[in-house]
Antibody, heavy 122, light 106 residues
């Protein structure tokens, strides 16, 4: 059974930093790209960042580029999101999601974690 | 960036109704369109990928269609457990983008 368990969410002050983790099990983690998707309170879903299976390609939304860094440790089956320069606009539940490919170039998020809440407030 | 526009933003329906949700992309995305269901603050669940492929374990009353810029999600006979918010998402290019969601209410 695929399981994704996020951790690291917390209350942090504006300008602060935080590192989220996502522990994966039930599949060969090193074979799959992964992503982070967030959801602000009462709002829709926003893709944040993605990383290829071998960690050599990373992708970011414009809203977080330069402040957030995605990484992975395939030996620990863990995905990370380092977040710097946090602002109130970053307040959200952060989900990690497993990426699956279809038709050669399409992709979807076929499994999601339960999410971890990041609150940015003074 | 590719903008995804869903309509309606919310709808009311009865159990047994046929429900259709539309999603329009701001430029062609071929068939790189996925649909998700989210209930009560829980994690989203993949329903449809590649515009029309049913994800394993998803009931056959859900179906998807479309290509290019216009897509639809259809629930053939709405069940009590289908009351939720539905999102489309394009995977044609980064940044990956979601529609604003459609809330299906009783």
């Amino acid at each position: 059974e695929v399981q994704l368990v996020e951790s690291g969410g917390a209350l942090v002050q504006p300008g602060g930093s935080l590192r989220l983790s996502c522990s994966a099990s039930g599949f060969t983690f090193s074979n799959y790209a992964m992503s982070w998707v967030r959801q602000a309170p009462g709002k829709g879903l926003e893709w944040v960042s993605g990383v290829s299976s071998a960690d050599n390609n990373t992708y970011y939304a414009d809203s977080v580029r330069g402040r957030f860094t995605i990484s992975r440790d395939n030996s620990k089956n863990t995905l990370y999101l380092r977040m710097n320069g946090l602002s109130a606009e970053d307040t959200a539940v952060y989900y990690c999601a497993k990426v699956d490919y279809y038709d050669g170039s399409g992709l979807d998020f076929d499994f999601w974690g339960q999410g971890t809440l990041v609150t940015v407030s003074s | 960036d590719i903008q995804m526009t869903q309509s309606p933003s919310s709808l009311s329906a009865l159990v047994g109704d046929r429900v259709t949700i539309t999603c329009r992309a701001s430029q062609t995305i071929s068939r790189h369109l996925n649909w998700y269901q989210q209930k009560g603050g829980k994690a989203p669940k993949l329903l449809i990928y590649g515009a029309s492929y049913l994800q394993s374990g998803v009931p056959s009353r859900f179906s998807g269609s479309g290509s290019g810029t216009d897509f639809t999600l259809t629930i053939s006979s709405l069940q009590p457990e289908d009351f939720a918010t539905y999102y489309c998402q394009q995977s044609y290019s980064t940044p990956l983008t979601f529609g604003g969601g459609t809330r299906v209410e009783i």
